[in-house]
């Protein structure tokens, strides 16, 4: 398959999870008061804005400022460089492991765009679950990363039209 071809799946998928990523932060930024939690379903679904330092789980917020923006920008930069790269010229990829590909792109340059532009923060909002049984607080570029996972390793698994 050609460059082209890979594009055609690729840019679409990233295209997707970014502008929803972006579109939701930019609304929920105008339409919540800061220490107002929101909460639906009986509780199922709880919307609580925060900035996270850190990465999923908060996972390395406590480190200095330096290192976090060398691990959080510049790191994932590279990583989503590497990955379109490797994405781009592999021997043979399924479309679906394109898609996925591309929603892992798309969701980490959605949290890239935050960090670049928030002081090295990522706007979380959204916490699941059922009682004390809950998710960490997260965003739509964290589904579009997980989604984009779960595309690659299952079309890896099922193989599919190689392309």
């Known amino acids: 398959m050609s460059v082209q071809d890979r594009l055609r799946w690729l840019v679409p ?16 930024k105008q339409v919540l008061t800061p220490g107002v939690d ?21 996972i390395g917020a406590g ?28 021997k043979s990829l399924s479309r679906m492991e394109l898609l996925g590909a591309g929603s892992f792109l798309g969701g980490g340059l959605g949290n890239l ?4 532009v928030q002081g090295g923060t990522v706007f979380d909002f959204l916490n699941l679950g059922i009682g004390s049984l809950r998710t960490g607080i997260f965003n739509v570029a964290d589904v579009g990363l997980m ?7 299952v079309g890896g698994l099922l193989g599919g039209r190689r392309i």
């Open 38 to 58: 929101l909460t639906a379903l009986n509780g199922a679904i709880l919307v609580t804005p925060v900035n996270n330092p850190g990465a999923f789980l908060s």
């Open 113 to 116: 765009l935050d960090r670049l």
């Open 63 to 90: 480190l200095d400022d330096h290192a976090r923006g060398l691990v959080f920008t510049v790191g994932v930069a590279l990583v989503l460089a590497a990955l379109l790269a490797w994405s781009l010229r592999a």
């Open 147 to 153: 989604v984009g996972v779960g595309l690659f390793v």
């Open 13 to 28: 998928s990233a295209l997707a999870w970014f502008v929803a990523d972006q579109a939701t932060k930019a609304w929920l």
